[in-house]
């Protein structure tokens, strides 16, 4: 298996929802991320996570909180956000401490009303 | 401070012609370089990397040539076909103690004309 799976593709939300985005791999890679993209910009890095614990976190607002349950899922739990936090949640996994191998799931669309 | 920027925002391309994207990058420290491809409505998809001890790597249809002295790559894609159509990042890579870190450049279009 060599594929990032996100779910939902698509999630739309309310402001006082909570909802949680969903990522997983089986490909053994030991650090996960989560990134933002806006339409017609490149991902921005949000978190890293080296071996199920969270190594890097890009000052991301507290309304996204984000999940290691186990080596191979990726949460991420979303509380109060505002319709600016409209984009496309990308997943990615790689081999930790290693340049190559990156590996990007589709991502999740997500809207907030 | 680290940042990696393309000088491009859309190529628009003859299909069948060679396509040259570039990207600009400030920290004389980067080690790694990707191009990725990114396809609308999907994530993005690896094309061709390079250390920075190398100048130039070929791939199939892909070259990407690394100017360390000017601090500029650029991803030249030969005999351009409607299936290139997309946008293009280049990315450093950076492993720190506390884990990887992959920055993207701002991205660039390319439109392949029939």
Known sequence: DTEV?????????????????????????????????????????????????LSINESVPSRFSPECPNSSLLNLHLHALQPEDSALYLCASSHFGQHYGYTFGSGTRLTVV | ????????????????????????????????????????????????????????RQGQRVTVLLNKTVKHLSLQIAATQPGDSAVYFCAESRIKAAGNKLTFGGGTRVLVKP
């Open chain 2, 1 to 56: 401070g680290e940042s990696v920027g393309l000088h491009l925002p859309t190529l628009s391309v003859q299909e069948g012609d060679n396509s040259i994207i570039n990207c600009a990058y400030s920290n004389s420290a980067s080690d790694y370089f990707i191009w990725y491809k990114q396809e609308s409505g999907k994530g993005p998809q690896f094309i061709i990397d390079i250390r920075s001890n190398m100048d130039k």
């Open chain 1, 5 to 53: 799976t996100q779910t939902p593709k698509h999630l739309v939300m309310g402001m006082t929802n909570k909802k949680s985005l969903k990522c997983e791999q089986h490909m053994g890679h030991r650090a996960m991320y989560w990134y933002k993209q806006k339409a017609k910009k490149p991902p921005e890095l949000m978190f890293v996570y080296s071996y199920e614990k």
